[in-house]
């Protein structure tokens, strides 16, 4: 035996399969099958090969047989069968009609004995021993993934009796229930859940789940092997409701339950169909700055990355604004530098949107072209802003005020002030274009900030330069 340095932790287990006189072994006594891959065989002095993927071969006293990293292998004997899983190392020791002699390796097994058989199977745990295993008829798993480590065993059938050797302490293991042997002799009962944990903090969970099916699968009443290993893979599960719209706030309520117990929630998203997003929790609010339909959509997203799935449609609608537009209806068509133009120019004044305005200044512009801005020349009264702690407050009294107009409805307004032409303009007669902006200095928020101005009045204008 070569491979020594694998058998920390040996399992010794002996098979009573007969009370009659030994007979001659047979040259091959089991039959190895490689189940997936990475399974070796070595035997009669032959240096060690690889069982191809899927074959089969014989197995005689004396041969080693072992698999690797994600291997898997099945040995099938008379009465007994044992399957290996990742790093476990077997030798076959001795093999008689009346007893089986299996040397086990660091690494995990499944044994099932054919309850027809009538015999006993004594399991020995380790060198020097430290724990012996007692059953018959019964399915078992076996694990000692580190060595020196605990050995773990788990009864899926039958029953067994545990005897830590140290201690000479002996424990009777029946279908569904755990028998851990720690190194110092202690035998642990621990339930499902104290395994979960053990399996996770210990990097055993994917193998345990591996064998665990096995087990299921190896002729068992069905529903009779607890699934504790084979994670939940069911999603969250995402309630959400209706959204709440408050103009162009959307409020979104609902909340998130885990689909596994031990699969928390742990995160959710929120793409707000506008080319934004945001993670968090539930109720979330969003503010839009367009009106338009949208589709919401919700993920609730695992510790495992199950996802769940909501969609919501929103509709937000253009707000109630007023929308202020002038256009002047009376106005001189010529004047003269210094002239002031007082009330000569009257202003028809609308509210074209759905909601009513308040107050709000006019103010008369000259441009030198057709395109009437604040930068233009200011005729009228200038418009004071006074800011104050809790309110602004905006007033001259020579500027033109309107107290308010309802939606849909119009005013005539004559301009108050002097409203004077500036001395300023260059000599000679020119061409320039009067203007009203409404809603002078912008205090009032409206669905269209962009046609205040009105369309331009041709003026000419002759200036006399005396110096």
């Known amino acids: ?68 990293s994600q291997g898997r292998a099945l040995l099938k004997f008379a009465d007994l069968w044992l399957r290996l899983y990742d790093d476990t190392t077997l030798h076959a ?30 399991i020995t745990v380790g060198d020097p021993a430290t724990a012996r295993i007692v059953l018959a008829g019964t399915l078992l798993m076996i694990a000692q993934p580190a060595r020196g480590g605990p050995t773990v065993v788990r009864l899926f059938a039958g ?62 009443a069905e529903g009779s092997v607890p699934l504790v290993f084979v994670a939940c893979s069911r999603p969250p599960v995402l309630k959400v409701a209706e959204p709440r719209v408050d103009g162009q706030v959307v409020v979104l309520d609902g909340q998130t339950t885990p689909g596994c117990a031990d699969d928390p929630v742990s995160k959710l998203t929120i793409e707000w169909g506008d080319g934004n997003a945001s993670a968090g929790k539930l109720p979330a609010h969003h503010i839009y700055g367009q009106p338009g339909a949208y589709q919401i959509v919700i993920r609730a997203i695992s ?14 609608r253009s707000p109630a604004l007023p929308n202020l537009v002038a256009r002047i209806v009376k106005a001189p068509g010529k004047a003269t ?10 202003a028809l004044v609308a509210n074209t949107g759905t909601a009513d305005a308040g107050g709000f200044f006019l103010g008369l512009y000259l441009s030198e072209d057709e395109q009437i801005t604040s930068k233009d020349m200011r005729l009228s009264p200038p418009v004071l ?21 309802a939606a849909g409805q119009s005013l005539e307004v004559g301009l108050r002030g002097a409203n004077p032409i500036p001395t300023s303009l260059p000599e000679g007669t020119r061409t320039y274009w009067l203007g009203i902006i409404v809603d002078d200095g912008a205090t009032i928020r409206e669905s269209d900030e ?8 041709r003026i000419t204008i002759g200036c006399l330069n005396l110096k």
């Open 385 to 405: 802003d006074i800011p104050t702690p809790t309110l602004r407050v905006t007033a001259l009294s020579s500027a033109t005020f309107v107290k308010g107009l």
């Open 450 to 457: 962009g046609d205040n101005a009105s369309p331009p009045w």
């Open 93 to 122: 020791d001795d093999v008689t009609p009346a007893a089986v002699k299996l040397a086990l390796g660091q690494g995990a097994t499944l044994v099932g004995m054919a309850p027809a058989a009538g015999a006993g199977v004594e």
């Open 337 to 346: 530098c210094g002239q002031q133009l007082g009330d000569s120019v009257v």
């Open 159 to 220: 029953a067994a009796r545990l005897t830590a050797l140290r201690r000479e302490q002996t424990q009777v293991l029946r279908a569904g229930e755990w028998g851990v042997v720690e190194p110092d002799g202690q035998i642990r009962r621990p339930d499902d859940d104290e395994m979960r944990q053990l399996a996770r903090d210990r990097g055993w969970w994917d193998q345990f789940s591996e064998i665990e099916r096995d087990a299921a699968g190896s002729g068992l």
């Open 303 to 316: 510790e495992r990355g199950q996802q769940a799935e909501a969609r919501r449609a929103v509709t937000i």
């Open 1 to 68: 035996m070569k491979r020594m340095k694998h058998w920390a932790g040996l399992f010794l287990l002996s098979v009573l399969l007969a009370s009659c006189a030994p007979v001659p072994t047979p040259a091959v006594v089991a039959r190895l099958l490689n189940e997936r891959s990475q399974v070796f065989w070595r035997g009669g002095g032959q240096p060690a090969q690889e069982v191809a993927s899927g074959a089969t071969r014989g197995v005689a006293v004396g041969d080693e047989v072992w698999t690797q």
